[in-house]
Each structure stands twice: as structure tokens, then as C-alpha cells.
């Protein structure tokens, strides 16, 4: 059981971690467009780039973290109780698509770093004073660091991605209880 605690903390901690780097990253994205709206300077309102796109990619390693975790809890502590059931209800219910909004927080999340992004790149163009071509360069890299940062954020509440995690430690669990058995 206490593999079992410490496990759940984990979990504790990266919903901690997540909603922490999110605030930070919206507090200071504010504090930059608001800096970058005093200066007028395009190039100045690139700069919220600079935290937005560690922090969707930290963001998504932390769910992908909870979803690891929640999967092994489900294959090795659930399997065999009938006292813990929490993760495997929800693997079930998420399954059979009894959710009545599907990956809403992902969502929510991938569309307000979208339009934070999608503001910050109109605001960059309106202001641009440089070359066009630089514009054009530093905007076509952000939106590529802001589209896969977004799709990670996304893959990591999947269905698929849960299964996969479910199956591999099932495997594990198989193979380890085979070779204690022989």
C-alpha cells in the first residue's frame, strides 16, 4: 500500500505542477503583451513564446505522467481489489464514452495557449517595424513549436494513449507473474 500512496501522490503533485507553470505562464505572458503594448515593438510581442512553448510541452509531460502512473495503479493495484476501483472506473467510463464533454480540460487548454499564441503573432504584425521575411521566419518557427507543444498536450488524454499505457504494463504484469510461476 504504500507504493499505492506514493503513487497517488504523484499524481497530486503533477495536477500541482500543471495548474502552477499555467498560471505562471498566463502571468507572465500578461506581463510581456502588457510590456510589448507600451513599447510598441513587434519583435517584443514574440517574446511570451519564450515561456508559452516549455510550458505546453512541460504540461503535457506531466499528464503523460499522470496517465502512466494511473495506468499501472489500474493494472497492478485494481486488478486484483475490490476496495480500489477509481482508476479502472474511469478507464472504463472514459472507454465507453459515458463522459458527457470529451477531453474538455485539453481543450481548453490547447485553445487558450491558441489564442493567446494566435494574439501575440497578430499584435507582432501589427507592430512589425523589421524586415518581413524575419517576420515571417520567427512566426512560421512559433507556430510550429505552438502546434506540436499542442498536439502533445492533446495526445496525452487520448483514449488510445491511455490504452497503450494499460496494455504495455498488462504485458509487463503477464511476463513477471509467468516467469515467478515457472
Known sequence: ?????????????????TTTVFLATITVTSALIGYALSSKLGPIFLS??????????????????TTRIAAYILVFFEADSEELNWETRWFK????????????????LSGLYGAISAGCIVLAGFYWNMDWWMYGVAVGLVTLLVFFG??????AFTMQFCEQYV???????DEEESETST
Do not use: C
Not at 2 to 11: D, F, G, N, V
Open 1 to 17: 500500500m504504500e507504493e499505492y500512496k506514493t503513487l497517488r501522490a504523484e499524481i497530486d503533485r503533477n495536477s500541482q505542477l
Open 167 to 173: 496494455d504495455a504494463w498488462t504485458k509487463l504484469k
Open 48 to 65: 511570451p513564446f519564450a515561456i508559452i512553448i516549455p510550458s505546453l510541452f512541460f504540461i503535457s509531460s506531466q499528464l503523460e505522467s
Open 93 to 108: 467510463i472514459r472507454q465507453k464514452g459515458l463522459l458527457p464533454h470529451k477531453r474538455k480540460y485539453t481543450f481548453s
Open 150 to 155: 499542442v498536439l502533445s498536450l492533446n495526445r
